[in-house]
């Protein structure tokens, strides 16, 4: 008897390489895979106005990275003792407005000169609700400003589309050649309530498979099939039944290496993780021989994988193990 239905993607016709750029935007699922590339020396840039749920903050943010906007204080406001920005995640936010205007405009410029080269850009989209401040002004993040101050709706599916397609007109205006993944996050928003997350889901569903349909270089990776129709069981959510888990994530994580990587930096990816191994490796005798050859053993393969590809970066294990 089957207790489990495996669902396998097909392997994309254009897959991602080590020399790659991959920009990523999207939902706290996207900095999930962003800290798996990282890990095996994928050239990255994650997140730069922070963590976005819905496409039209997505669409928004991609905006102000190909104009290279200039945030002013006039952008910004003030509320529980810092200063925050509508169109980014709180992690910008500082009590010295200053200090907040700069981390954003520095985000936002090293966005402007990663977009026109990005070979592929990851946009994980996580709710179809939005909150607006007032009619078409939606915000990216509420900063615990009281609810009763926006006006919350879910986007039709049009809304989205027509959002999604500008965002891509935009887009390959500035660099034709990018390919573009869309997934939905897994990640169940229930504060909305269990009817109103499938009704936003479903009109993100919809919404992203007439945008793939529009370009053959614009993709759907299933994150959200993956987990709700694949594994299909509260044991692969954490403790608050709303984010997958260690082991859900990591599921996820190798249909998306089978799907979206090519061989060669499958390979590659290999190799990477054994020093990856070796460098979180505990010594109980730091000072043995044994260990100094451990170490000498592994910065030599270190230094022959730098040789063979000279555009990974290998700096801090190059360090770790040269003391």
Same mark, same amino acid.
């Given at each position: 008897?089957?207790?489990h239905?495996?669902?396998?993607?097909?392997?994309f016709?254009?897959?991602i390489?080590h020399?790659?750029?991959?920009?990523?935007?999207?939902?706290?699922?996207?900095e999930?895979?962003?800290?798996?590339?990282k890990?095996?020396?994928?050239r990255v840039?994650?997140?730069p106005?922070?963590?976005?749920f819905?496409?039209?903050s997505?669409?928004?943010?991609?905006?102000?990275?190909?104009?290279?906007?200039?945030?002013?204080?006039?952008d910004?406001?003030?509320?529980?003792?810092c200063?925050?920005s509508?169109?980014?995640?709180?992690?910008?936010s500082?009590?010295?407005?200053?200090?907040?205007?700069?981390?954003?405009?520095?985000s936002?410029?090293l966005?402007?000169?990663?977009?026109?080269?990005?070979?592929w850009?990851?946009?994980t989209v996580?709710?179809?609700f939005v909150?607006?401040?007032?009619?078409?002004?939606?915000v990216a993040? #509420?900063?615990?400003v +009281?609810?009763? $101050?926006?006006? =919350?709706?879910?986007?039709s @599916?049009?809304?989205?589309?027509?959002?999604?397609?500008?965002m891509?007109?935009?887009?390959?205006a500035?660099n034709?050649s990018?390919k573009i993944?869309?997934?939905?996050?897994?990640v169940?928003?229930?504060r909305?309530?269990f009817?109103?997350?499938?009704?936003?889901k479903?009109t993100?569903?919809?919404?992203?498979?007439?945008l793939?349909?529009?370009?053959?270089?614009?993709?759907?990776?299933?994150?959200?099939?993956?987990?709700i129709d694949?594994?299909?069981d509260y044991?692969?959510?954490?403790?608050d039944?709303?984010?997958?888990?260690y082991?859900a994530?990591n599921?996820?994580?190798?249909k998306?290496?089978a799907? #979206?990587?090519?061989? +060669?930096?499958? $390979?590659?990816? =290999?190799?990477?993780?054994l @020093?990856?191994?070796?460098?979180?490796h505990?010594?109980?005798?730091?000072s043995?021989?044994?260990?100094?050859?451990?170490?000498?053993?592994?910065?030599?393969?270190?230094?022959?994988?730098?040789?063979?590809?000279?555009?990974?970066?290998?700096?801090?294990?190059?360090?770790y193990?040269?003391?």
């Amino acid at each position: 008897m089957e207790f489990h239905l495996e669902f396998t993607p097909k392997t994309f016709p254009t897959t991602i390489q080590h020399q790659d750029k991959l920009l990523l935007i999207g939902s706290c699922f996207t900095e999930n895979i962003g800290t798996k590339l990282k890990q095996y020396k994928f050239r990255v840039l994650e997140n730069p106005n922070g963590i976005l749920f819905n496409p039209i903050s997505i669409a928004n943010s991609v905006k102000s990275y190909i104009s290279n906007k200039e945030y002013q204080e006039a952008d910004l406001f003030y509320q529980n003792e810092c200063w925050h920005s509508w169109e980014h995640h709180s992690r910008f936010s500082h009590p010295d407005k200053e200090i907040c205007l700069q981390g954003i405009n520095q985000s936002r410029q090293l966005a402007h000169e990663f977009i026109v080269e990005a070979d592929w850009i990851f946009i994980t989209v996580g709710s179809a609700f939005v909150y607006e401040l007032e009619p078409g002004r939606v915000v990216a993040n #509420c900063h615990k400003v +009281p609810t009763d $101050k926006f006006s =919350k709706r879910l986007l039709s @599916i049009e809304e989205v589309v027509t959002a999604g397609k500008q965002m891509l007109t935009d887009l390959f205006a500035v660099n034709p050649s990018a390919k573009i993944i869309f997934t939905i996050s897994p990640v169940r928003h229930l504060r909305d309530g269990f009817v109103e997350n499938n009704r936003s889901k479903s009109t993100l569903i919809q919404a992203i498979h007439q945008l793939t349909a529009t370009n053959k270089n614009i993709f759907y990776f299933p994150a959200y099939e993956l987990v709700i129709d694949d594994l299909r069981d509260y044991r692969f959510y954490a403790e608050d039944m709303v984010h997958p888990n260690y082991a859900a994530t990591n599921y996820v994580w190798e249909k998306f290496i089978a799907t #979206c990587i090519s061989e +060669p930096a499958q $390979k590659l990816m =290999k190799e990477i993780n054994l @020093i990856n191994a070796a460098r979180s490796h505990k010594p109980f005798h730091p000072s043995s021989g044994q260990h100094k050859r451990f170490l000498q053993t592994n910065l030599e393969k270190i230094m022959l994988l730098q040789k063979q590809f000279p555009h990974l970066d290998f700096e801090e294990e190059i360090a770790y193990f040269g003391t």
